[in-house]
């Protein structure tokens, strides 16, 4: 048997992360608006982390996955801001998940020591940033 595939028994499993940094931005509450994505936010990272930028500034985009420490609850199926229909957790955007974690990909505009300027992130200010992946046309784009 391969020991590397997860067994029914590993839905119990546990998972520990820790913030990379933080997000700072104007974004005080959860914003619903389409203006999100012009907005200037900053990247902060934990000093210990500064050596792991080395070569970010070689991509324009980056997939940023963060926690969403302010969403209480969830439901597995609610309905769409967007038209009022019935969606699963699992088919939208919302910030109320099981585990809470968004991603979204944003344009990197400059780096200053552990200080990153993105375009377009969907988080509020405060919001813990679990990981950063430089975004690729080679493995990120879906077209043929």
Do not use: C, W
């Not at 990272?45 to 792991?52: P, T």
């Amino acid at each position: 048997m391969n020991e590397n595939i997860l067994d029914k028994n590993s839905l119990d499993l546990k998972i520990e992360m820790f913030p990379i940094g933080y997000v700072e931005n104007d974004y005080l509450e959860p914003v619903y608006d389409e203006n999100i994505y012009r907005k200037i936010s900053k990247l902060i990272l934990n000093e210990e982390f500064v050596e792991g930028l080395q070569r970010i500034e070689d991509f324009e985009k980056l997939q940023i996955l963060f926690y969403f420490s302010k969403s209480e609850d969830y439901e597995l199926v609610r309905r769409r801001r967007i038209d009022g229909e019935l969606s699963g957790v699992f088919a939208s955007r919302t910030p109320h998940r099981p585990n809470g974690i968004g991603l979204t990909l944003v344009d990197l505009l400059k780096v200053e020591g552990n200080v990153l300027y993105v375009k377009g992130l969907d988080a509020i200010n405060g919001t813990p940033v679990i990981d950063i992946k430089p975004y690729t046309e080679r493995f990120d784009n879906d077209s043929d």
